[in-house]
């Protein structure tokens, strides 16, 4: 079966940091999707970044950007510059067989001023 | 419509009586989910219909979870005689469907309390 696994429930950190939230995954299969969504206090899950199994190179997305280990199955997120609006909760997830997104457990980011 | 829609945003219901919650997914997208939310928790599914059919609802709790999709469109998750348990967020989701690549989109989730 498959999981997703993110070992860090809260982190915190000062305005203008940057911060890596981790996560691990376990699947079988060889072509897969993996996923950083945030939830802000509206609830409103949004997608952050993408990132294709069979791409080696890290997706970027502005101040956001993965580290993607496929072998270690490690899949962890880098916001740079952090800034108060990225106060959210994060969760990773991968798409399982037809389109079933997996998701991890959450990480409850706080940027501070 | 622009985004996913979800109706009621908050609902407070007696246990034992019967809820509706509803989705109306992004125009154009083939793929609708449920995902179920707790309190501190991550998100656990509970199906997905690709058009009107749903060749995975495995995710769905109990036989007092039900859920339809109308039209290739609008889909309504009922759950008949709450319990307290069920209290939860109850998020919706689209795409486009056809390949495992597709970018999901989620609505604002319906939240429930069961009192």
């Known amino acids: 079966a498959q999981t997703v696994t993110q070992s860090q429930p809260e982190m915190s950190v000062q305005e203008a940091e940057t911060v890596t939230l981790s996560c691990t995954y376990d699947t079988s299969e060889n072509n897969y999707y993996l996923f950083w969504y945030k939830q802000p206090p509206s609830r409103q899950m949004i997608l952050v970044i993408r990132q294709e199994a069979y791409k080696q190179q890290n997706a970027t997305e502005n101040r956001f950007s993965v580290n993607f280990q496929k072998a270690a199955k490690s899949f962890s997120l880098k916001i740079s510059d952090s800034q108060l609006g990225d106060t959210a909760m994060y969760f990773c997830a991968l798409i399982q067989g037809a389109q079933k997104l997996v998701f991890g457990q959450g990480t409850r980011l706080t940027i501070n001023p | 419509g622009a985004g996913v829609s979800q109706s009621p945003s908050n609902k407070v219901t007696e246990k034992g009586k019967d809820v509706e919650l509803r989705c109306d997914p992004i125009?154009?997208?083939?793929?609708l989910y449920w995902y179920r939310q707790s309190l501190g928790q991550g998100l656990e599914f509970l199906i997905y219909?690709?058009?009107?059919?749903?060749?995975?609802k495995s995710g769905l709790p109990s036989d007092r979870f039900s859920a339809e999709r109308t039209g290739g469109s609008v889909s309504t998750l009922t759950i008949q005689r709450t319990q307290q348990e069920d209290s939860a967020v109850y998020l919706c989701?689209?795409?486009?469907?056809?390949?495992?690549?597709?970018?999901?989109?989620f609505g604002e989730g319906s939240w429930l309390t069961v009192v």
């Open positions: 125009s154009g997208h083939t793929a």
């Open positions: 219909f690709q058009g009107n059919s749903a060749p995975d």
């Open positions: 989701a689209s795409s486009l469907g056809g390949t495992r690549g597709n970018t999901i989109y």
